[in-house]
């Protein structure tokens, strides 16, 4: 997960922040919608809509979007019929993927994603081949700059996070799905601002090592086209590569 992480990173320092911060608020609405249609629009007995709601403020959505997400779901406004769909497979050098796609229309969302594969040779895989490899946990993403190690630290343990890992530019803060809200919470109420990539996701039990450069673009390229897609939600990447190979790709 770092190395997608760290890359998302380096597209926004390339001047991608403003068009990435329409597909961010249209993704989260979508799971603000799923969420209201099956737990009701109300986030205090929604535990998963609220999370979502969090998420969206986190990445300073706008409440009027969030408000229509949950009419959305509701069915007080129309375009609230998602369904949830999950693909797997395995990019260059077998590294093994999770695509979850949220769609009005089936059809189309995999013809696209089977394109996708198709055209960067990737090759896609049965229910659970690649599944099974990762775990679901929260994750929490902060900015390092100019803040205390050791204060964010005592918080999230103190709130219950599994783990915390200092990533030299960012901190990882992981924890159990249930203990997600309590933890982002307990940073929120503190002022610490989390990255909009916090969420509730799947991180791989053991990641491939990406040391050469070829295979790291043609990895990154197939991660990136099917993060355009629209239906797509979210890419779950069970690869790290180096650092050094990443700060060369920046610098193209």
């Given amino acids: 997960m770092a190395g997608h992480s760290k890359w ?10 403003d068009a990435a911060r329409g597909k961010v608020f249209s993704k989260i609405a979508k799971e603000i919608t799923v969420a209201a249609r099956a ?8 535990i998963t809509l609220r999370a979502y709601i969090q998420k969206g403020k986190a990445a300073n959505m706008p409440n009027d979007n969030i408000e229509r997400a949950i009419k959305k779901g509701t069915g007080e406004l129309e375009g609230g ?16 993927l999770i695509i979850k796609v949220l769609t009005d229309n089936k059809n189309r969302s995999a013809t696209d994603v089977r394109m996708a594969f198709k055209r960067a040779g990737a090759n896609m895989a049965s229910t659970g081949a690649v599944s099974h490899m990762f775990q679901r946990k929260g994750q929490i993403l902060v900015d390092a700059e100019g803040k205390d190690e050791d204060v964010i630290m005592e918080l999230a343990l103190e709130a219950g996070a599994e783990d915390f890992i200092n990533n030299g530019d960012e901190y990882e803060i992981i924890t159990d799905p249930s203990d997600f809200l309590a933890v982002s919470g307990a940073l929120m ?3 610490i601002e989390m ?7 799947m991180i791989p039990d053991m990641a491939t090592q990406i040391t050469d450069k070829e295979q790291a673009e043609k990895v990154l390229e197939f991660v990136d086209a099917l993060e355009e897609l629209d239906d797509v939600q979210d890419v779950y990447c069970g690869f790290e590569i180096d650092d050094a190979i990443l700060e060369e790709l920046s610098a193209e």
């Fill in 81 to 96: 019929q998602l369904d949830e769909i999950v693909y797997e497979g395995y990019a260059t050098g077998g590294v093994g």
């Fill in 39 to 46: 737990g009701g629009g109300d986030p205090d007995a929604n």
């Fill in 195 to 201: 990255s909009a990539d916090s969420a509730v996701t």
């Fill in 189 to 191: 109420t503190a002022g």
């Fill in 8 to 17: 998302a990173n380096i597209k926004h320092k390339k001047g991608k922040a």
